[in-house]
C-alpha cells in the first residue's frame, strides 16, 4: 500500500518459469509432502475417477484427474489427505504442514473514516462481503487453475501475504494479498484464464474483480483506477482486465492481487513469476 511504483508495461506478461506447488497423490505423494507450508495452493493429477477429501472435505476432480486445495495463513500442522482410487479402498495420507513466520506491516495516513467506518458504511461493507463471499464459494468445473498463473501486473512489491496490519496505529487483522505499487493507469492482466465472477466498487477494496479458475481456485483484483471486464465474461490469461488505481482502502496506487481456494485466503507470490519492477 505504498504510494509510489515503477511505470509497468503495456505488452502481456509472459508465461511463469515457476508454477504451483504440484503434488502427485499416492505412492509419490508422501516424499513430497515436506514442501507443504501454510498459505500454499497445491494442485496435481490422480487417475480420472479418483475421490480425494481434504481434512474431510470432499474435492472435486476434474475429467483429467485435476484437483486443487488450499492451506490457510494458520493451518495446524499437519493436513490429512483422503485418496480412494477407482474400484480402490481408501487411503490416508497425513501430510505435515510447515509453519511461516508473518511479517508485521504499520500503515498510517489513512483517513479516520476508513480505519473506523461509521453505521452507514459498516452496512455496506456487510453487503459487499456477501457479494464477496459468494464469489469465492463459486464451484466450477473450469481447471485452468491447472495451467499456471502469469504476473497480474508490473511494479514494485509493496506488501506481502500474511503480514499482520497495523492501521494507523490499531492492529488489525493480517494483509491476504499480494501489494504491487505502480502508477496509476498501469494495465491489470488476468493472471489465468477463467471467468469474472465479480466487478464491483467497495468500500474497502475499491474497484474489484474476482475471476474463477475452477475448482474454488479465484483471484482478486482490488483498488483498480478502471475496471475492464464485466461479470459473465470469460477471459484468456494475460488479458488486460483493468488499471492499477488508488480506489478504496489505500495510501497510494497499487494492485492488491488476492489468491484463496473458495473462503480460504492463499499466499499469491509463490505461484508467480519475480516481480521485476
Known sequence: MDAQGVQ??????ALPRRGLL???????????????????LVTGRVAPGTRLALDGR????????EYA?????????????????????????????GKRQWPVQSITGLPPAQVTPDAEALRRITAERERLAAARAVDSALTHFAEGFVLPARGRVSGVFGS???LNGEPRQPHYGFDIAAPTGTPIFAA????????GDFFF??????????????????HCASVEVAEGQRVPAGQRIGAIGATGRVTGPHLHFGLSWYATWLDPQPVLPPVEG
Open 192 to 199: 489465468a484464464a477463467g471467468m469474472v465472477t465479480l466487478a
Open 8 to 13: 509497468g508495461g503495456t505488452a502481456s506478461p
Open 22 to 40: 504440484a503434488l502427485p497423490v499416492l505412492a509419490a505423494l508422501p516424499a513430497r509432502a515436506a514442501g507443504l507450508s501454510q498459505g500454499a
Open 164 to 166: 499482520q496490519r497495523i
Open 205 to 222: 477494496f475499491g474497484r474489484i474483480i474476482v475471476l474463477d479458475h475452477g475448482h474454488g481456485v479465484n483471484t482478486l483484483y482490488a
Open 69 to 97: 486445495f488450499g492451506l490457510g495463513r494458520d493451518h495446524g500442522a499437519e493436513a490429512v489427505l483422503t485418496v480412494i482410487p477407482p474400484g480402490g479402498r481408501a487411503e490416508q495420507q497425513r501430510l505435515p504442514v
Open 58 to 65: 470432499a474435492l472435486r476432480v476434474g475429467p483429467g484427474g
